[in-house]
């Protein structure tokens, strides 16, 4: 489609990409492409991120009577165009979060960028 409007450049699939990379792209004005694999709700799609929120709550684990671990439950969010929606919906990015292994929304989560630039 880009090149269809004139415009080049380059797709790279991102490997490892984490929080402080996925708010620096959005902070800088570059929608993400992100696909789902098994997903939940979506099964196999592609959607682009257009905003994101980190939503952090307490938490605590009694392992003895005695013994109680606290920790943070960090839960990242992404506003996402969907395709299906005229609307932003948000997507709860389990891949990024520290829910544990037990609670996977989906069997891929993977995020795409899109370097582009003036064709001559």
């Known amino acids: 489609m880009a090149s269809d409007y004139g415009y080049a ?3 790279t699939v991102c ?3 984490g929080p402080a990379e996925l ?3 959005i902070s800088a004005g570059r ?3 992100f696909k789902t694999e098994d997903d939940v709700v979506y099964g196999n799609h592609t959607m682009m991120v257009t905003g994101y929120r980190f939503y952090k709550a307490p938490t605590s ?3 003895r009577p005695n013994v109680v671990l606290q920790g943070i439950v960090s839960i990242p969010f992404l506003s996402v165009y969907d395709g299906h929606s005229s609307s932003e919906r948000w997507y709860d990015l389990t891949s990024l979060g520290n ?4 609670y996977v929304r989906a069997e891929l989560q993977q995020f ?3 370097s582009l630039e003036e064709s001559e």
């Open 15 to 17: 490997e490892s990409f």
């Open 9 to 11: 450049g380059t797709y």
């Open 112 to 114: 795409a960028t899109l």
């Open 31 to 33: 929608p993400i492409h």
């Open 61 to 63: 684990i009694t392992v």
């Open 23 to 25: 708010a620096a792209e």
């Open 99 to 102: 829910m544990g292994e037990n």
